[in-house]
Nanobody
Framework: QVQLVESGGGLVQAGGSLRLSCTAS????????MGWFRQAPGNQRELVATITSVGSTNYVDSVKGRFTISRDNAKNTVYLQMNSLKPEDTAVYYC?????????WGQGTQVTVSS
């Protein structure tokens, strides 16, 4: 069994910053791509950013230049540094990882940006 545990969400004013972390644990042979998705009320879950095992990154256009995804392979952890946050970034953020070829999701962490 594999678990993804997120931390770092919270309430922040517009223009502020937050850093999300997600650590994978359990029966892990290898971890491929990791990433973050988000879902705002009434919206579909959308991809925010992904990072491959060798560090190649991909971002949705709305966060480019503001968010940075990174990972520490030794710690099985992926991070999302979020700067210049906007009210429209408010959502539940979900960690995602491909572990031994299977996709796993975290439980989600709430990010709320006040105007």
């Amino acid at each position: 069994q594999v678990q993804l545990v997120e931390s770092g969400g919270g309430l922040v004013q517009a223009g502020g910053s937050l850093r999300l972390s997600c650590t994978a644990s359990g029966r892990i042979v290898s971890i491929g791509a990791m990433g973050w998705f988000r879902q705002a009320p009434g919206n579909q879950r959308e991809l925010v950013a992904t990072i491959t095992s060798v560090g190649s990154t991909n971002y949705v256009d709305s966060v480019k230049g503001r968010f940075t995804i990174s990972r520490d392979n030794a710690k099985n952890t992926v991070y999302l540094q979020m700067n210049s946050l906007k009210p429209e970034d408010t959502a539940v953020y979900y960690c995602w990882a491909v572990v031994t070829t299977f996709p796993y999701w975290g439980q989600g962490t709430q990010v709320t940006v006040s105007s």
